[in-house]
């Protein structure tokens, strides 16, 4: 059975980092696209990077954090992750990984496609 188990969410200091991690379990990375979401408090959850099924891993982001956040999976590892640098105030919230199973190349930006989710993981900024 899929499963996506997030880990790695804490509390850090504005401008410091963290890497969450996405284990995939149940099933390979070569057929889903994946995504990273947030839901902050008071608001819907939004997607805000996402990587495609492709070797290559053809990357998207949200303006609000391209340039900040690095999107990345490691296939022999199962794995998919989410580096966040320079964590600003606006940024706390519940992260979740989500995947969809791939079809058209560019679907991986559809943030309304993906289906399957984990169980989110906090990310607190505070100084």
């Known amino acids: 059975q899929l499963q996506l188990v997030e880990s790695g969410g804490g509390l850090v200091q504005p401008g410091e980092s963290l890497r969450l991690t996405c284990a995939v379990l149940?099933?390979?990375?070569?057929?889903?696209?994946f995504g990273w979401f947030r839901r902050a408090p008071g608001k819907q959850r939004e997607g805000i990077a996402a990587?495609?099924?492709?070797?290559?891993?053809?990357?998207y982001y949200v303006d609000a954090v391209k340039g900040r956040f690095v999107i990345s999976k490691d296939k022999d590892k199962n794995m998919v992750y989410l580096e966040m640098n320079s964590l600003q105030p606006e940024d706390p919230a519940v992260y979740y990984c989500?995947?969809?199973?791939?079809?058209?190349?560019?679907?991986?930006?559809?943030?309304?496609?993906?289906?399957?989710w984990g169980q989110g993981t906090q990310v607190t900024v505070s100084s």
């Open positions: 990587i495609s099924s492709s070797d290559a891993g053809t990357t």
């Open positions: 989500a995947a969809q199973m791939s079809g058209s190349s560019g679907w991986f930006r559809d943030f309304g496609l993906y289906d399957r």
């Open positions: 149940g099933f390979t990375l070569d057929y889903y696209d």
